[in-house]
């Protein structure tokens, strides 16, 4: 199962906006795009989930455009307690809802 | 609400040697995964249970990997015996449907495996 691709690190500074784009050329159609954070030593912590076009929650945005090959997380106004490891991940829910991960996005904010 | 527990949160073992690694998911929950992550890969899907019953175990590596989930509650992974490539964090997950759509899957913090 193709996993997707996404930068391996970004840096930011406390109050930016951040964008996190993830690629997934070939999802299927039955597939979701999940998003995740981590941090050292926990697991990995459910932020936003979606389909197609724009998903908002408290917290971020999800933008999937019209092709699907592609998306596009927002973090809105980060804060140094945003570091993290954020990981773009298939939810393959014609198999049971079992997850695809990739390398994931290190994201460092500084003040 | 408790969370995902997992334990040990470490364990160093000898190769050779069983180890047993024990998830208790979110009360109410009936999908239960496990994944891992060895060092320097990917975190990795293992096995998926509805309940007691296993729906998914494709990413399992080996048959020295035996999952169950006792009664539909909580599940235990056993590995046995133990080589140095299974060294890494077991990871365990729960969900009330196969992926909500709103919440996602809860994890637990991860059990930390050093086969030496």
């Known amino acids: 199962l193709a996993k997707t691709t996404q930068p391996i690190s970004m840096d930011s500074y406390e109050g930016q906006e951040v964008n996190i784009t993830c690629s997934h050329n070939?999802?299927?159609?039955?597939?979701?795009i999940t998003w995740y954070q981590q941090f050292p030593s926990q697991g990995p912590r459910f932020i936003i989930q979606?389909?197609?076009t724009k998903v908002t929650n408290e917290v971020a945005s999800l933008f999937i455009p019209a092709d699907r090959k592609s998306s596009t997380l927002s973090l809105p106004r980060v804060s140094l307690s945003d570091t993290a490891v954020y990981y773009c991940?298939?939810?393959?829910?014609?198999?049971?809802?079992?997850?695809?991960f990739g390398q994931g996005t290190e994201l460092s904010v500084k003040p | 609400e408790a969370g995902v527990t997992q334990f040990p949160s470490h364990s160093v073992i000898e190769k050779g040697q069983t180890v047993t690694l024990r998830c208790d998911p979110i009360?109410?929950?009936?999908?239960l995964y496990w994944y891992r992550r060895v060092m320097g890969k990917e975190i990795k899907f293992l096995l998926h249970?509805?309940?007691?019953?296993?729906?998914?175990e494709s990413g399992m590596p080996n048959n020295r990997f035996l999952a169950e989930r006792t009664g539909g509650t909580y599940s235990t992974l056993k590995v046995q015996p133990a080589e140095l490539e299974d060294s890494g964090v077991y990871f365990c997950?729960?969900?009330?449907?196969?992926?909500?759509?709103?919440?996602?899957?809860?994890f637990g913090s991860g059990t930390r495996l050093t086969v030496v």
């Open positions: 997950a729960s969900s009330q449907g196969a992926g909500d759509f709103n919440y996602g899957y809860t």
């Open positions: 070939n999802i299927a159609t039955n597939d979701y």
């Open positions: 979606g389909y197609k």
């Open positions: 991940l298939r939810v393959i829910y014609n198999q049971g809802g079992k997850l695809i």
């Open positions: 009360s109410g929950h009936d999908n």
């Open positions: 249970f509805v309940k007691e019953s296993k729906q998914d």
